[in-house]
C-alpha cells in the first residue's frame, strides 16, 4: 500500500505563495488520480485541486486562477503551487492517492495565511 509525505507548509503573509510536495512511497504510475484537501478549524474537509493520470486537472472554484496542482511521476511527487494566498486559505492540506477503490491520505500539513 503506497504511503504519502506532505511537506512545504508553513506561515505566509497575505499574498504570498508556497509550494505543498507529497511524495509517494511507490511509483505513481499505478495510481488513477491524486490531489488535495484541505480543513480548516471547525469546518469540513474540502478538495482544493485533483489530477488524474491523464494529467487533466479540476480545482474548488474558490482557488481557481490562483492554485497549480501538478505530478512528477519520475520523483513519484505531486505539488501544489500556491499563489496570492489569502487568510481563508488557512487550513491544514492534506494529499490523497486513488488507486482503484482504494484511497489513501497523507498525515497532513498545515498552512497559516496572516500578517
Known amino acids: 500500500q503506497v504511503q504519502l509525505v506532505e511537506s512545504g507548509g508553513g506561515l505566509v503573509q497575505p499574498g504570498g505563495s508556497l509550494r505543498l510536495s507529497c511524495v509517494a512511497s511507490?511509483?505513481?504510475?499505478?495510481?488513477?488520480?491524486m490531489g488535495w484537501y484541505r480543513q480548516a478549524p471547525g469546518k469540513q474537509r474540502d478538495l482544493v485541486a485533483h489530477?488524474?493520470?491523464?494529467?487533466?486537472?479540476n480545482y474548488a472554484d474558490s482557488v481557481k486562477g490562483r492554485f497549480t496542482i501538478s505530478r512528477d511521476n519520475a520523483k513519484n511527487t505531486v505539488y501544489l503551487q500556491m499563489n496570492s494566498l489569502k487568510p481563508e486559505d488557512t487550513a491544514v492540506y492534506y494529499c490523497?492517492?486513488?488507486?482503484?477503490?482504494?484511497?489513501?491520505w497523507g498525515q497532513g500539513t498545515q498552512v497559516a495565511v496572516s500578517s
Open positions: 489530477i488524474s493520470d491523464d494529467g487533466s486537472t
Open positions: 511507490r511509483s505513481i504510475f499505478s495510481i488513477n488520480a
Open positions: 490523497y492517492a486513488v488507486a482503484g477503490t482504494l484511497v489513501v
